[in-house]
Nanobody, 126 residues
Framework: QVQLVESGGGLVQAGGSLRLSCTASGRTFSTYAMGWFRQAPGKAREFVAALDWSGGSTYYAASAKGRFTISRDNAKNTLFLQMISLKPEDTAVYYC???????????????????WGQGTQVTVSS
């Protein structure tokens, strides 16, 4: 089993940047496929970005493409989400998720992931 802890959220003005981190426990982080999701108030949780075990393949939701970058440091058991040009509609709780033995595939639905962090709040003011 793996435990995930997100950090890096906060309040930022529109057009600003934030980098979220997700630190994983356990010794097999490098075998996990990873993803970021977000949930805005009153809305369903939605996919943001996905990354394979190596970090070599990525996939983004249309809303994130060109502004967000997902990456990982397997030596530090950490997943990142670099966000630039933030908009008020990016305001949400951001969650990282992990899938063991993910291989080379990219996973974009919540049911694909077995492990979730507690979330970190991102608020973008206009």
């Amino acid at each position: 089993q793996v435990q995930l802890v997100e950090s890096g959220g906060g309040l930022v003005q529109a057009g600003g940047s934030l980098r979220l981190s997700c630190t994983a426990s356990g010794r097999t982080f490098s075998t996990y496929a990873m993803g970021w999701f977000r949930q805005a108030p009153g809305k369903a949780r939605e996919f943001v970005a996905a990354l394979d075990w190596s970090g070599g393949s990525t996939y983004y939701a249309a809303s994130a493409k060109g502004r967000f970058t997902i990456s990982r440091d397997n030596a530090k058991n950490t997943l990142f989400l670099q966000m630039i040009s933030l908009k008020p509609e990016d305001t949400a709780v951001y969650y990282c998720a992990a899938r063991d033995l993910g291989g080379w595939r990219l996973y974009t639905t919540q049911d694909d992931y077995a492990y979730w962090g507690q979330g970190t709040q991102v608020t973008v003011s206009s």
